[in-house]
């Protein structure tokens, strides 16, 4: 395991009594065209951490999200706190390539790495180079397949992301799940929350985070959203 650890600071939120605010820093997306400019790139994070965001993920896809690991690496350069990669994984190569770049954890979306000898691989390997693995879901039967598998925390992405955020997408998905997740895995909900009352909503369901990226990038003052929304995780567990 490596010093900084994401399941850490979702157990330390837990004891806590809140959600932990995680911001996915998303340079592009297909609904919303450029989100971050690469000039903008460090601002908007040295922003975010001012905004007391716990832990960050970044998209690595270049074609649809604007993401690299060159620009993850900039992130991970002045972000001490857990950084977490997602990618259409297709090799278990991209583990070792992630352990290089810096990464502290993985999302390994059922969705999207359907072989499962494949994901297994990849799990296993991840695993081996000190990085924790979040099993991403987006229905009661891959949430199943995620618990068998041992996962020991979970991204349900309220947005089906082989739809590639054209979706709405519904925090109501996170909502129903919730009762099903046994209390020693790690919840993190993600996608489609727009508002305060939409992190809030969430955060009382019993999500140990709030994985939030559009609303934060598109914020005018993306330091006093963070904050809101780290507020607004805890307030409404109270
Ligand atoms: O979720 C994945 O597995 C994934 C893989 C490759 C590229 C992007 C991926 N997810 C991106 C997201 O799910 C959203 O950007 C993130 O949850 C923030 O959503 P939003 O607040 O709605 O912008």
Same mark, same amino acid.
């Given at each position: 395991?490596?010093?900084?650890? !994401? ?7 837990r ?17 919303? +065209? ?20 716990? *832990? !960050? ?9 604007? #993401? ?24 278990? *190569? ?35 180079? #000190?990085?924790?693995?979040?099993? #991403?879901v ?5 949430l ?10 979970v ?5 089906d992301?082989? *739809? !590639?955020?054209?979706?709405? #997408? ?11 997740v ?5 919840v ?5 929350m ?11 369901? +019993? ?5 939030? +990226? ?10 006093a ?14």
């Amino acid at each position: 395991m490596k010093d900084r650890s !994401l399941c850490d600071v979702l157990a330390e939120a837990r004891r806590d009594g809140r959600a932990a605010l995680m911001v996915d820093v998303k340079c592009r997306s297909p609904r919303d +065209g450029q989100l971050i400019s690469p000039e903008r790139l460090e601002p908007y994070v040295h922003a975010l951490l001012a905004g007391g965001v716990d *832990a !960050l993920s970044t998209p690595t896809d270049p074609v649809y999200f604007g #993401g690299s690991v060159a620009t993850a690496q900039r992130i991970r350069r002045i972000a001490a706190v857990p950084l977490m990669r997602k990618e259409f994984f297709t090799t278990v *190569a991209q583990m070792d390539e992630s352990e290089e770049a810096g990464f502290d954890a993985v999302q390994l979306s059922l969705s999207t790495v359907t072989d499962p000898d494949l994901f297994q691989e990849m799990k296993s390997r991840a695993e081996k180079l #000190g990085m924790e693995v979040v099993v #991403g879901v987006h229905s009661r039967s891959q949430l199943e397949r995620a618990i068998e598998l041992g996962a020991v925390a979970v991204g349900i992405n309220n947005r089906d992301i082989t *739809a !590639l955020e054209l979706d709405d #997408g519904t925090v109501d998905l996170s909502a129903s799940l919730m009762s099903m997740v046994p209390d020693d895995v790690f919840v993190i909900s993600e996608s489609a929350m727009h508002t305060t009352a939409d992190v809030g909503r969430v955060a009382g369901t +019993g999500a140990d985070a709030v994985l939030v +990226g559009t609303a934060v990038a598109k914020s005018a003052d993306p330091a006093a959203t963070a904050r809101e929304f780290r507020e607004g995780a805890r307030a409404w567990r109270r």
